[in-house]
């Protein structure tokens, strides 16, 4: 099996983990959004010392690749990139979408579809929509979700269970009772069952040239101008 370190940092939640392939061995979360860069190393040596494995014997690095935030994305992809180049291991790059969904599926066990949504701040969010095998049957999308977003879905009787960081938000303006909300967040943890897939197939991403996948431009402001 495969000795994988797992690196999530698409949302507010910046959490990295070490796994064996079968179990976890090490995980460390923080919440703290606006500290991802300061605490990302140290986060990860206290996986490695509490694993009790160093980074060199790891066999690879996997990474959640977005969509998400832009910040968020761009740290975690620079870290994983900067160990893979360092230690010569590859790189795994895994959908933070499609992880989330599968994780959400195997908490609720339910025959309905899943609609994993990252915050995208206001009230829009970036949600694609799995079955209930993992299987992508709406691609990715900055959606604005608005009580008729999932309208036609209802129309057909098919239940969707939300989950994720813009989920919450989603709850005061979908009503319909065919709409279900999970409380499952994204987590280094999660990304273990498709790091080890990729990993067995190896289907490993160009360390020097694979970006982050972030739908959308960063939201840039420019600062306002003072009285003087």
């Given at each position: 099996?495969?000795?994988l370190?797992?690196?999530?940092?698409a949302?507010?939640?910046c959490?990295?983990?070490i796994s064996d392939?079968t179990?976890?061995?090490?995980?460390?979360e923080s919440?703290?959004?606006?500290?991802?860069?300061a605490?990302?190393t140290?986060?990860?040596?206290a996986?490695?010392?509490e694993?009790?494995?160093?980074?060199s014997?790891?066999d690879a690095?996997?990474?959640s690749?977005?969509?998400?935030?832009?910040?968020g994305l761009r740290i975690?992809?620079?870290?994983?990139?900067?160990?893979?180049?360092a230690?010569q291991k590859?790189?795994i790059?895994?959908d933070?979408?499609?992880?989330?969904?599968l994780?959400?599926?195997?908490?609720?066990?339910?025959?309905?579809?899943?609609?994993?949504?990252?915050d995208?701040?206001?009230?829009?969010?970036?949600?694609a929509?799995?079955?209930?095998?993992?299987?992508l049957?709406?691609?990715?999308?900055?959606?604005?979700?608005?009580?008729?977003?999932?309208?036609?879905?209802f129309?057909?009787?098919?239940?969707?269970?939300f989950?994720?960081?813009g989920?919450?938000?989603c709850?005061?303006?979908?009503?319909?009772?065919?709409a279900?909300?999970s409380?499952v967040?994204?987590?280094?943890?999660?990304?273990m069952?498709?790091?080890?897939?990729?990993?067995?197939?190896?289907?490993?991403?160009?360390?020097?040239y694979?970006?982050p996948f972030?739908?959308?431009?960063?939201n840039?402001?420019t600062?306002?101008?003072g009285?003087?």
């Open positions: 099996m495969a000795l370190l797992l690196i999530e940092t949302t507010d939640i959490s990295i983990g392939g179990q976890l061995l090490a995980l460390r919440d703290a959004f606006h500290e991802h860069a605490r990302i140290g986060m990860i040596v996986c490695a010392e694993a009790g494995v160093p980074l014997a790891l690095v996997a990474v690749t977005g969509p998400g935030s832009y910040t975690g992809v620079s870290t994983a990139k900067g160990i893979c180049y230690l590859p790189l790059a895994v933070t979408l499609q992880v989330l969904a994780a959400t599926a195997h908490l609720e066990k339910r025959p309905a579809l899943y609609c994993p949504m990252i995208a701040r206001r009230m829009e969010v970036y949600a929509i799995f079955d209930a095998d993992n299987r049957i709406q691609p990715a999308a900055a959606l604005r979700v608005e009580e008729n977003t999932f309208a036609d879905y129309a057909k009787e098919q239940a969707i269970v989950s994720g960081s989920a919450e938000k709850k005061a303006v979908l009503h319909s009772p065919l279900h909300f409380p967040l994204c987590s280094a943890a999660h990304l069952p498709l790091a080890n897939a990729a990993f067995a197939a190896k289907t490993f991403a160009d360390v020097a694979f970006e972030y739908l959308k431009p960063p840039i402001t600062p306002k101008k009285l003087w």
